[in-house]
């Protein structure tokens, strides 16, 4: 069965410092990765996709099948950045594709 | 455009009591989909529809879970008998498709059982 890890549950960093969530899934087939954020008070929505290779709000991530990972990077954290950062996998599931969530890490940037 | 939309926001019950959550996606989303987040824990899925018809249930607790959806738009997901465990943020989300991982969520509905 496909699986998502985030060992992380809680980063800190300074405003400026470089920041890199890690994710690694586990998935014998091809994988379709995605990061989902959440920001207080708000909902949960997408990122940005593997797929797509672009960056959205100085945020990267770039699959490595080699290592099965989808670390979130960014050089220069912004306070706005702080929010919950969930890595989620998405696999074939009969006729769909079926969408599975990391427990997430809670990134907080400090000023 | 209109958000996907949630009902309640809060509901406290206690066990063995049932409860229901209304959804109602964004327009023209196909499938539509009921995730259950435990608190510290990332959303895990109930029940994916696409249209009125189920994709995917396998992980719905069906002795206490069930869920519809009429007409293909908007959703009810009850819960009967709840049991502690099954204190958390229920959340439903949309999507154009059911072969994208692009998912709209609404604010979820945060139960409590005592």
């Known amino acids: 069965a496909q699986r998502v890890t985030q060992p992380e549950k809680l980063l800190s960093v300074f405003k400026g410092a470089p920041v890199e969530l890690k994710c690694n899934y586990s998935?014998?087939?091809?994988?379709?990765l995605f990061w989902y954020v959440q920001y207080s008070r708000q909902r949960l929505q997408l990122l940005l996709r593997?797929?797509s290779r672009e960056s959205i709000k100085g945020f990267t991530a770039d699959l490595n099948k080699g290592e099965t990972s989808f670390h979130l990077k960014k050089p220069f954290a912004q306070e706005e950045d702080s929010a919950m950062y969930y890595c989620a996998l998405s696999v074939s599931s009969g006729s769909a594709r079926q969408l599975t969530f990391g427990s997430g890490t809670q990134l907080t940037v400090l000023p | 455009e209109a958000g996907v939309a949630q009902s309640p926001r809060y509901k406290i019950i206690e066990k063995r009591q049932s409860v229901a959550f209304w959804c109602n996606p964004i327009?023209?989303?196909?499938?539509l989909y009921w995730y259950q987040q435990i608190l510290g824990q990332g959303p895990k899925l109930l029940i994916q529809f696409q249209n009125n018809g189920v994709v995917d249930d396998s992980q719905l607790p069906k002795d206490r879970f069930s869920a519809e959806r009429l007409k293909g738009v908007d959703s009810t997901l009850k819960i009967q008998p709840a049991k502690l465990e099954d204190s958390a943020v229920y959340l439903c989300?949309?999507?154009?498709?059911?072969?994208?991982?692009?998912?709209?969520f609404g604010e979820g509905s945060r139960l409590t059982v005592l």
């Open positions: 593997h797929i």
């Open positions: 989300a949309s999507s154009l498709g059911p072969n994208t991982g692009e998912l709209f």
């Open positions: 998935y014998s087939g091809s994988p379709e």
């Open positions: 327009s023209g989303h196909a499938t």
